[in-house]
Protein backbone atom coordinates (compact mmCIF):
# COMPACT_ATOMS: atom_id res chain seq x y z
CA UNK A 1 0.00 0.00 0.00
CA UNK A 2 1.44 3.22 -1.00
CA UNK A 3 1.94 6.29 1.59
CA UNK A 4 -0.90 8.34 -0.18
CA UNK A 5 -3.58 5.78 0.65
CA UNK A 6 -2.42 5.11 4.02
CA UNK A 7 -2.19 8.99 5.05
CA UNK A 8 -6.06 8.87 3.98
CA UNK A 9 -7.11 5.97 5.86
CA UNK A 10 -5.02 6.81 8.97
CA UNK A 11 -6.81 10.20 8.91
CA UNK A 12 -10.35 9.06 8.67
CA UNK A 13 -9.41 6.08 11.41
CA UNK A 14 -8.56 8.63 13.43
CA UNK A 15 -11.32 10.88 13.25
CA UNK A 16 -10.78 12.58 16.71
CA UNK A 17 -7.55 13.07 16.53
CA UNK A 18 -7.68 14.90 13.07
CA UNK A 19 -10.70 17.52 14.08
CA UNK A 20 -8.33 18.71 16.90
CA UNK A 21 -5.33 19.01 14.24
CA UNK A 22 -8.03 20.62 11.99
CA UNK A 23 -9.03 23.03 14.82
CA UNK A 24 -5.42 24.47 15.46
CA UNK A 25 -4.41 24.76 12.10
CA UNK A 26 -7.68 26.98 11.50
CA UNK A 27 -6.84 29.14 14.35
CA UNK A 28 -3.20 29.26 13.37
CA UNK A 29 -4.87 30.03 9.61
CA UNK A 30 -7.65 32.44 10.61
CA UNK A 31 -5.18 34.75 12.58
CA UNK A 32 -2.43 34.66 10.40
CA UNK A 33 -4.54 35.77 7.43
CA UNK A 34 -6.70 38.36 9.63
CA UNK A 35 -3.28 39.98 10.50
CA UNK A 36 -2.30 39.95 6.78
CA UNK A 37 -5.65 41.04 5.31
CA UNK A 38 -5.47 44.01 7.73
CA UNK A 39 -2.03 44.76 6.76
CA UNK A 40 -2.92 45.53 3.34
CA UNK A 41 -6.31 47.26 3.49
CA UNK A 42 -4.32 49.62 6.20
CA UNK A 43 -1.38 49.65 3.50
CA UNK A 44 -4.28 50.77 0.77
CA UNK A 45 -5.96 53.19 2.94
CA UNK A 46 -2.74 55.21 3.82
CA UNK A 47 -1.51 54.99 0.33
CA UNK A 48 -4.96 56.39 -0.85
CA UNK A 49 -4.33 59.12 1.69
CA UNK A 50 -1.18 60.00 0.24
CA UNK A 51 -2.47 60.34 -3.01
CA UNK A 52 -5.07 62.67 -1.60
CA UNK A 53 -2.90 65.01 0.46
CA UNK A 54 0.61 64.02 -0.62
CA UNK A 55 0.33 65.60 -3.92
CA UNK A 56 -0.36 68.61 -2.20
CA UNK A 57 2.60 70.68 -1.79
CA UNK A 58 2.93 74.46 0.22
CA UNK A 59 4.90 76.95 0.08
CA UNK A 60 5.40 78.32 3.77
CA UNK A 61 7.44 79.99 5.85
CA UNK A 62 10.47 77.73 7.24
CA UNK A 63 10.88 78.92 10.92
CA UNK A 64 14.26 77.31 10.94
CA UNK A 65 15.83 79.57 7.83
CA UNK A 66 13.70 82.94 9.66
CA UNK A 67 15.24 82.89 12.81
CA UNK A 68 18.87 82.75 11.01
CA UNK A 69 18.26 85.56 8.59
CA UNK A 70 15.74 87.01 8.83
CA UNK A 71 14.69 88.61 12.04
CA UNK A 72 11.19 88.57 13.37
CA UNK A 73 9.77 89.81 9.95
CA UNK A 74 8.34 87.19 7.67
CA UNK A 75 9.26 86.51 4.39
CA UNK A 76 7.74 87.51 0.93
CA UNK A 77 7.78 86.21 -2.28
CA UNK A 78 7.40 87.79 -5.90
CA UNK A 79 3.60 86.83 -6.83
CA UNK A 80 5.56 86.67 -10.56
CA UNK A 81 7.64 83.26 -8.77
CA UNK A 82 5.21 81.59 -7.64
CA UNK A 83 3.36 81.95 -10.97
CA UNK A 84 6.10 80.66 -12.66
CA UNK A 85 6.22 77.37 -10.50
CA UNK A 86 2.71 76.90 -10.90
CA UNK A 87 3.51 76.36 -14.56
CA UNK A 88 6.06 73.45 -14.11
CA UNK A 89 4.67 70.53 -15.80
CA UNK A 90 4.07 68.81 -12.88
CA UNK A 91 1.73 70.91 -11.34
CA UNK A 92 -2.25 70.49 -11.90
CA UNK A 93 -3.38 73.71 -10.14
CA UNK A 94 -2.01 76.36 -7.71
CA UNK A 95 -3.12 79.15 -5.72
CA UNK A 96 -1.95 81.37 -3.11
CA UNK A 97 -3.10 83.98 -1.05
CA UNK A 98 -2.33 87.43 0.89
CA UNK A 99 -4.16 89.43 3.26
CA UNK A 100 -5.11 93.02 5.01
CA UNK A 101 -7.06 94.42 6.87
CA UNK A 102 -10.01 95.71 4.73
CA UNK A 103 -12.56 98.44 6.19
CA UNK A 104 -16.44 98.88 5.04
CA UNK A 105 -17.58 101.90 4.14
CA UNK A 106 -20.53 103.50 5.82
CA UNK A 107 -23.08 102.07 3.80
CA UNK A 108 -22.27 98.60 5.12
CA UNK A 109 -22.04 97.14 8.20
CA UNK A 110 -20.62 93.76 10.28
CA UNK A 111 -22.22 91.09 11.12
CA UNK A 112 -22.98 91.52 15.17
CA UNK A 113 -22.43 88.80 17.77
CA UNK A 114 -18.85 88.20 17.20
CA UNK A 115 -15.96 89.69 19.02
CA UNK A 116 -15.88 93.26 18.82
CA UNK A 117 -14.01 95.21 16.45
CA UNK A 118 -10.67 93.19 16.39
CA UNK A 119 -9.40 94.70 12.96
CA UNK A 120 -10.92 98.10 14.33
CA UNK A 121 -14.15 100.13 13.64
CA UNK A 122 -15.66 98.22 10.47
CA UNK A 123 -12.45 96.34 9.97
CA UNK A 124 -12.19 93.24 8.57
CA UNK A 125 -9.66 90.64 6.66
CA UNK A 126 -9.89 91.03 2.97
CA UNK A 127 -8.17 87.63 1.89
CA UNK A 128 -6.97 87.82 -1.64
CA UNK A 129 -7.28 84.34 -3.33
CA UNK A 130 -5.93 83.59 -6.61
CA UNK A 131 -8.68 80.29 -7.25
CA UNK A 132 -10.82 80.08 -3.95
CA UNK A 133 -12.06 76.53 -5.65
CA UNK A 134 -8.39 75.30 -4.45
CA UNK A 135 -9.33 76.72 -0.83
CA UNK A 136 -8.59 73.61 1.59
CA UNK A 137 -12.51 74.49 2.88
CA UNK A 138 -13.96 74.48 -0.35
CA UNK A 139 -12.12 71.43 -1.44
CA UNK A 140 -13.20 69.41 1.75
CA UNK A 141 -17.02 71.10 1.20
CA UNK A 142 -16.94 72.41 4.52
CA UNK A 143 -17.93 75.94 2.86
CA UNK A 144 -20.68 75.88 0.52
CA UNK A 145 -20.64 78.45 -2.61
CA UNK A 146 -24.63 79.27 -3.02
CA UNK A 147 -24.65 81.31 -5.74
CA UNK A 148 -22.51 83.57 -8.13
CA UNK A 149 -18.84 81.60 -9.21
CA UNK A 150 -15.72 81.28 -7.95
CA UNK A 151 -13.10 83.73 -8.11
CA UNK A 152 -9.97 82.40 -10.75
CA UNK A 153 -6.67 83.13 -11.86
CA UNK A 154 -8.83 84.98 -14.34
CA UNK A 155 -10.22 87.63 -12.11
CA UNK A 156 -6.87 88.41 -10.55
CA UNK A 157 -6.73 92.38 -11.61
CA UNK A 158 -10.20 92.33 -11.39
CA UNK A 159 -11.76 93.65 -8.50
CA UNK A 160 -14.54 91.20 -7.29
CA UNK A 161 -15.50 89.43 -3.49
CA UNK A 162 -16.54 86.16 -2.42
CA UNK A 163 -19.25 87.12 0.91
CA UNK A 164 -20.18 84.66 3.40
CA UNK A 165 -24.39 84.83 3.32
CA UNK A 166 -24.82 86.19 6.79
CA UNK A 167 -23.10 89.14 5.78
CA UNK A 168 -25.46 89.41 2.70
CA UNK A 169 -27.81 88.81 4.77
CA UNK A 170 -26.92 91.75 6.95
CA UNK A 171 -26.68 94.22 4.20
CA UNK A 172 -29.13 93.18 1.70
CA UNK A 173 -26.53 92.20 -1.35
CA UNK A 174 -26.56 89.46 -3.78
CA UNK A 175 -24.33 88.37 -6.36
CA UNK A 176 -22.96 91.36 -9.37
CA UNK A 177 -23.82 94.63 -6.48
CA UNK A 178 -21.12 96.54 -5.03
CA UNK A 179 -19.10 97.14 -2.14
CA UNK A 180 -16.71 99.77 -1.17
CA UNK A 181 -13.73 98.94 0.57
CA UNK A 182 -10.86 101.02 1.80
CA UNK A 183 -7.30 99.57 2.41
CA UNK A 184 -5.08 99.30 5.81
CA UNK A 185 -3.61 102.72 5.39
CA UNK A 186 -7.50 104.09 5.36
CA UNK A 187 -6.72 106.60 2.05
CA UNK A 188 -6.65 103.73 -0.96
CA UNK A 189 -10.19 103.02 -1.92
CA UNK A 190 -11.67 100.65 -4.44
CA UNK A 191 -15.39 99.42 -5.56
CA UNK A 192 -15.83 95.68 -5.51
CA UNK A 193 -18.54 93.74 -7.29
CA UNK A 194 -20.00 90.67 -5.54
CA UNK A 195 -19.24 87.72 -7.33
CA UNK A 196 -20.35 84.66 -5.15
CA UNK A 197 -21.99 84.24 -2.01
CA UNK A 198 -20.53 81.08 0.37
CA UNK A 199 -21.69 79.52 3.32
CA UNK A 200 -19.22 78.99 6.46
CA UNK A 201 -21.17 76.66 8.80
CA UNK A 202 -19.30 77.96 12.22
CA UNK A 203 -21.35 79.88 14.26
CA UNK A 204 -20.93 83.40 14.21
CA UNK A 205 -19.71 84.31 17.35
CA UNK A 206 -16.99 81.98 17.18
CA UNK A 207 -13.52 83.53 16.03
CA UNK A 208 -11.55 82.67 13.39
CA UNK A 209 -8.40 80.93 14.63
CA UNK A 210 -5.78 82.65 12.96
CA UNK A 211 -7.46 85.92 12.51
CA UNK A 212 -9.96 86.52 15.55
CA UNK A 213 -12.98 87.76 13.69
CA UNK A 214 -16.35 86.34 13.38
CA UNK A 215 -16.71 84.00 10.45
CA UNK A 216 -19.37 86.00 9.18
CA UNK A 217 -17.27 88.77 8.37
CA UNK A 218 -14.87 87.08 6.51
CA UNK A 219 -14.15 88.33 2.78
CA UNK A 220 -12.37 86.62 -0.22
CA UNK A 221 -11.41 88.91 -2.85
CA UNK A 222 -8.88 88.70 -6.13
CA UNK A 223 -5.46 89.09 -5.51
CA UNK A 224 -4.85 92.03 -7.56
CA UNK A 225 -8.29 93.63 -6.44
CA UNK A 226 -7.49 93.20 -2.75
CA UNK A 227 -3.52 94.09 -3.26
CA UNK A 228 -4.61 97.24 -5.07
CA UNK A 229 -5.61 98.46 -1.42
CA UNK A 230 -2.13 98.30 0.03
CA UNK A 231 0.83 100.78 -0.79
CA UNK A 232 2.79 98.19 0.01
CA UNK A 233 2.22 96.40 -2.93
CA UNK A 234 3.13 99.32 -5.42
CA UNK A 235 6.57 97.25 -6.50
CA UNK A 236 4.48 94.15 -7.33
CA UNK A 237 2.36 91.55 -5.53
CA UNK A 238 4.33 89.76 -2.59
CA UNK A 239 2.94 86.65 -1.13
CA UNK A 240 3.48 84.77 1.80
CA UNK A 241 1.79 81.18 1.72
CA UNK A 242 1.01 79.04 -1.63
CA UNK A 243 -0.27 75.81 -2.59
CA UNK A 244 0.61 73.25 -6.17
CA UNK A 245 -1.62 70.83 -6.29
CA UNK A 246 0.50 68.02 -8.30
CA UNK A 247 -0.71 65.73 -11.14
CA UNK A 248 0.81 63.13 -9.38
CA UNK A 249 1.42 61.99 -5.78
CA UNK A 250 4.77 60.39 -7.26
CA UNK A 251 6.14 63.77 -8.61
CA UNK A 252 6.99 65.40 -5.29
CA UNK A 253 10.20 65.06 -5.49
CA UNK A 254 10.63 66.08 -9.17
CA UNK A 255 8.68 69.19 -8.30
CA UNK A 256 10.86 70.49 -5.78
CA UNK A 257 14.01 70.16 -7.72
CA UNK A 258 12.46 72.00 -10.46
CA UNK A 259 11.35 74.57 -8.16
CA UNK A 260 14.66 75.04 -6.28
CA UNK A 261 16.61 75.54 -9.54
CA UNK A 262 13.84 77.83 -11.39
CA UNK A 263 12.97 80.08 -8.44
CA UNK A 264 16.96 80.39 -6.85
CA UNK A 265 17.49 82.70 -3.67
CA UNK A 266 13.75 83.51 -3.58
CA UNK A 267 13.19 80.73 -1.79
CA UNK A 268 15.49 81.89 1.08
CA UNK A 269 12.89 81.56 3.86
CA UNK A 270 10.68 79.46 2.66
CA UNK A 271 10.20 75.49 2.51
CA UNK A 272 8.25 73.20 0.27
CA UNK A 273 7.05 70.35 1.85
CA UNK A 274 4.13 67.97 1.45
CA UNK A 275 1.31 68.25 4.21
CA UNK A 276 2.96 64.86 6.15
CA UNK A 277 1.32 66.39 9.35
CA UNK A 278 -2.08 66.05 7.81
CA UNK A 279 -0.81 62.03 6.60
CA UNK A 280 0.10 61.40 10.19
CA UNK A 281 -3.38 62.89 11.43
CA UNK A 282 -4.97 60.84 9.36
CA UNK A 283 -3.21 57.97 9.60
CA UNK A 284 -2.44 57.52 12.91
CA UNK A 285 -5.80 55.04 13.65
CA UNK A 286 -4.36 52.85 10.95
CA UNK A 287 -1.29 52.57 12.35
CA UNK A 288 -2.12 51.98 15.77
CA UNK A 289 -4.25 48.74 14.36
CA UNK A 290 -1.57 47.67 12.56
CA UNK A 291 0.12 47.33 15.13
CA UNK A 292 -2.64 45.65 17.59
CA UNK A 293 -2.99 43.33 14.74
CA UNK A 294 0.04 42.05 14.11
CA UNK A 295 0.59 41.31 17.95
CA UNK A 296 -2.44 39.58 18.25
CA UNK A 297 -1.59 37.49 14.89
CA UNK A 298 1.35 36.50 16.28
CA UNK A 299 0.41 35.64 19.74
CA UNK A 300 -2.35 33.68 18.20
CA UNK A 301 -0.49 31.71 15.70
CA UNK A 302 2.41 31.03 18.31
CA UNK A 303 -0.08 29.59 20.57
CA UNK A 304 -1.76 27.36 17.92
CA UNK A 305 2.25 26.24 17.16
CA UNK A 306 2.76 25.12 20.31
CA UNK A 307 -0.57 23.41 20.64
CA UNK A 308 -0.05 21.73 17.44
CA UNK A 309 3.68 20.93 17.91
CA UNK A 310 2.55 18.43 21.27
CA UNK A 311 -0.35 17.63 19.30
CA UNK A 312 2.19 15.98 16.57
CA UNK A 313 4.12 14.92 19.27
CA UNK A 314 1.60 13.41 21.18
CA UNK A 315 0.60 11.37 18.13
CA UNK A 316 3.99 10.46 16.80
CA UNK A 317 4.74 8.77 20.29
CA UNK A 318 1.09 6.54 19.81
CA UNK A 319 2.89 5.42 16.26
CA UNK A 320 6.19 4.13 17.31
CA UNK A 321 4.85 0.51 17.33
CA UNK A 322 2.97 1.16 13.54
CA UNK A 323 6.34 2.64 12.24
CA UNK A 324 8.33 -0.32 13.48
CA UNK A 325 6.03 -3.06 12.01
CA UNK A 326 5.76 -0.62 8.90
CA UNK A 327 10.21 -0.35 9.18
CA UNK A 328 9.76 -4.30 9.51
CA UNK A 329 8.44 -4.97 6.34
CA UNK A 330 10.68 -3.19 4.61
CA UNK A 331 9.12 0.50 4.21
CA UNK A 332 11.47 3.17 4.05
CA UNK A 333 12.11 5.75 6.43
CA UNK A 334 11.54 8.46 3.90
CA UNK A 335 8.31 6.84 3.16
CA UNK A 336 6.94 7.15 6.62
CA UNK A 337 8.14 10.76 6.95
CA UNK A 338 6.17 11.69 3.64
CA UNK A 339 2.94 10.15 4.98
CA UNK A 340 3.07 12.02 8.18
CA UNK A 341 3.80 15.07 6.44
CA UNK A 342 0.93 14.22 3.93
CA UNK A 343 -1.43 14.03 6.59
CA UNK A 344 -0.48 17.34 8.30
CA UNK A 345 -0.45 18.95 4.61
CA UNK A 346 -4.32 17.77 3.38
CA UNK A 347 -5.62 18.81 6.56
CA UNK A 348 -3.91 21.96 6.44
CA UNK A 349 -5.33 22.47 3.38
CA UNK A 350 -9.02 22.07 4.59
CA UNK A 351 -8.22 24.41 7.36
CA UNK A 352 -6.71 27.33 5.16
CA UNK A 353 -9.55 27.03 2.72
CA UNK A 354 -12.44 27.35 5.35
CA UNK A 355 -10.08 30.09 7.08
CA UNK A 356 -10.33 31.76 3.72
CA UNK A 357 -14.55 31.80 3.84
CA UNK A 358 -14.63 33.00 7.63
CA UNK A 359 -11.09 35.13 7.70
CA UNK A 360 -12.49 38.05 5.44
CA UNK A 361 -16.05 38.59 6.84
CA UNK A 362 -14.49 38.45 10.20
CA UNK A 363 -11.82 40.51 10.01
CA UNK A 364 -13.57 43.20 8.16
CA UNK A 365 -15.96 43.62 10.98
CA UNK A 366 -13.19 43.35 13.88
CA UNK A 367 -11.33 45.54 12.28
CA UNK A 368 -13.48 48.17 11.71
CA UNK A 369 -14.67 47.91 14.88
CA UNK A 370 -11.03 47.98 15.99
CA UNK A 371 -10.62 51.10 13.61
CA UNK A 372 -13.79 52.59 14.74
CA UNK A 373 -12.84 53.16 18.32
CA UNK A 374 -9.07 54.36 17.71
CA UNK A 375 -10.69 56.99 15.00
CA UNK A 376 -12.82 58.00 17.74
CA UNK A 377 -10.68 58.67 20.23
CA UNK A 378 -8.07 60.38 17.61
CA UNK A 379 -10.68 63.07 17.13
CA UNK A 380 -11.95 63.27 20.44
CA UNK A 381 -8.27 63.94 21.42
CA UNK A 382 -8.18 66.74 18.18
CA UNK A 383 -11.73 68.13 19.01
CA UNK A 384 -10.18 68.90 22.60
CA UNK A 385 -7.73 71.04 21.16
CA UNK A 386 -8.24 74.88 22.11
CA UNK A 387 -6.14 78.07 20.38
CA UNK A 388 -5.07 80.23 23.06
CA UNK A 389 -7.17 84.13 22.93
CA UNK A 390 -6.73 86.06 20.26
CA UNK A 391 -3.38 87.90 20.71
CA UNK A 392 -1.73 85.24 22.75
CA UNK A 393 1.28 82.86 21.34
CA UNK A 394 -0.29 80.26 23.56
CA UNK A 395 3.14 79.74 25.62
CA UNK A 396 1.56 81.16 29.13
CA UNK A 397 -1.51 78.89 28.77
CA UNK A 398 0.57 75.88 28.38
CA UNK A 399 -0.55 75.05 24.57
CA UNK A 400 1.64 74.16 21.90
CA UNK A 401 0.58 75.75 19.11
CA UNK A 402 2.40 72.66 17.04
CA UNK A 403 -0.11 70.54 18.41
CA UNK A 404 -2.71 72.31 16.50
CA UNK A 405 -4.54 69.58 13.98
CA UNK A 406 -5.06 70.09 10.59
CA UNK A 407 -8.40 71.45 9.06
CA UNK A 408 -10.13 68.68 6.39
CA UNK A 409 -7.77 65.80 7.84
CA UNK A 410 -10.14 63.69 9.52
CA UNK A 411 -8.55 60.53 10.93
CA UNK A 412 -9.60 57.65 8.61
CA UNK A 413 -12.49 55.64 10.03
CA UNK A 414 -13.04 53.13 7.27
CA UNK A 415 -10.88 50.22 5.83
CA UNK A 416 -11.72 47.53 3.09
CA UNK A 417 -10.47 44.25 3.45
CA UNK A 418 -9.87 42.05 0.09
CA UNK A 419 -8.48 38.87 -0.26
CA UNK A 420 -6.20 37.97 -2.49
CA UNK A 421 -4.25 35.31 -3.93
CA UNK A 422 -0.42 36.50 -2.19
CA UNK A 423 -2.23 36.78 0.85
CA UNK A 424 -3.39 32.80 0.55
CA UNK A 425 0.42 32.04 -0.25
CA UNK A 426 1.58 33.84 2.86
CA UNK A 427 -0.87 32.00 4.66
CA UNK A 428 -0.45 28.43 3.15
CA UNK A 429 3.44 29.12 3.35
CA UNK A 430 3.36 29.32 6.89
CA UNK A 431 0.42 26.98 8.58
CA UNK A 432 2.00 24.35 6.19
CA UNK A 433 5.61 25.04 7.38
CA UNK A 434 4.95 24.99 10.81
CA UNK A 435 2.48 21.81 10.76
CA UNK A 436 5.39 20.31 8.58
CA UNK A 437 8.18 21.21 10.86
CA UNK A 438 6.66 20.14 14.25
CA UNK A 439 5.51 16.72 12.70
CA UNK A 440 7.98 15.73 10.89
CA UNK A 441 10.75 16.53 13.77
CA UNK A 442 9.62 14.36 16.21
CA UNK A 443 8.75 11.44 13.78
CA UNK A 444 12.27 11.65 12.21
CA UNK A 445 13.75 11.21 15.49
CA UNK A 446 11.59 8.52 16.38
CA UNK A 447 12.65 6.42 13.08
CA UNK A 448 16.59 7.31 13.82
CA UNK A 449 15.57 4.05 15.46
CA UNK A 450 16.17 0.26 14.05
CA UNK A 451 12.58 -1.41 13.60
CA UNK A 452 13.65 -3.53 16.35
CA UNK A 453 13.94 -1.14 19.15
CA UNK A 454 10.86 0.24 18.23
CA UNK A 455 9.26 -2.83 19.20
CA UNK A 456 10.31 -3.93 22.01
CA UNK A 457 10.93 -0.42 23.83
CA UNK A 458 7.08 0.13 23.53
CA UNK A 459 5.62 3.25 24.90
Do not use: C
Not at 111 to 131: A, S
Not at 187 to 212: C, H, I, L, S, W
Not at 302 to 331: D, F, I, P, S, T
Amino acid sequence: MNFVKRAGLSLWARKGRTLITLAAFLVISVMVLAGVLIDGATARAEQDVKRSVGAEINLEMDPGQLGASAGLQAPRIDAGTVDELGRLPQVQKYTYEVWDRAILDEAQKLVGGGPQNPMGERGTVGMGVLDTSLLPDFRSGRFTLLSGEHLTSADRDRKRLLIEERFAEENGLKVGDRISLTGNDEKTEGDFTVAGVYRDPRPTDEPDAEYGISPANMLYGSVGGLGSLSSENDNGLRVSRATYLLQDAEAQEAFTTAAEKAAGSELDGFALAANDKAIEQMTGPLDSIRGTATAAMWLMALAGAAVLALLANLAVKQRRKEYGVLLAMGERKSSLIAQQALEVVLVAAVAIGLGSLLAPALTQSAGQALLGREAAAAEEKLDSWQPPPPGSTGIGEGIDMDDRPVENADPVDRITVALSSSDLATVGAVGLGVGVLATAVPAAAVLRLNPRAILTKGK
